[in-house]
Nanobody, 127 residues
Framework: QVQLVESGGGLVQGGGSLRLSCAAS????????MGWFRQAQGKEREFAAA????????SYADSVKGRFFVSRDNVKNTIYLQMNSLRPEDKAVYYC????????????????????WGQGTQVTVSS
């Protein structure tokens, strides 16, 4: 049984930082590109960041580029999202996702390409 479990969300003041984690189990972690998506209230789920199987390639949405940084540890089967300079518009539920990939250089994937999802973690940014 595959499980993706996010942690690290919470309330932070604008300009602050948070680090999200996603621990994976029940899958061969290194076979999957991993990503972070987010969904604000009343809006569709959107791509935020992704990382390739070995961690050498990353991809970011324009809205988070230069502020958010994704990384992975294939020994701990965990991915991370370091979020800096947080803004009120970053408030959302953040989801971890896994997409099976044969290519080592593929990072980005869309919501309809994910094979597995976590349950989400809430991030709230006060102004």
């Amino acid at each position: 049984q595959v499980q993706l479990v996010e942690s690290g969300g919470g309330l932070v003041q604008g300009g602050g930082s948070l680090r999200l984690s996603c621990a994976a189990s029940g899958l061969t972690f290194s076979n999957y590109a991993m990503g972070w998506f987010r969904q604000a209230q009343g809006k569709e789920r959107e791509f935020a960041a992704a990382i390739s199987r070995t961690g050498t390639i990353t991809s970011y949405a324009d809205s988070v580029k230069g502020r958010f940084f994704v990384s992975r540890d294939n020994v701990k089967n965990t991915i991370y999202l370091q979020m800096n300079s947080l803004r009120p518009e970053d408030k959302a539920v953040y989801y971890c996702a896994a997409a099976f990939r044969t290519s080592y250089s593929a990072a980005y994937f869309g919501t309809n390409e994910a094979n597995y999802w976590g349950q989400g973690t809430q991030v709230t940014v006060s102004s």
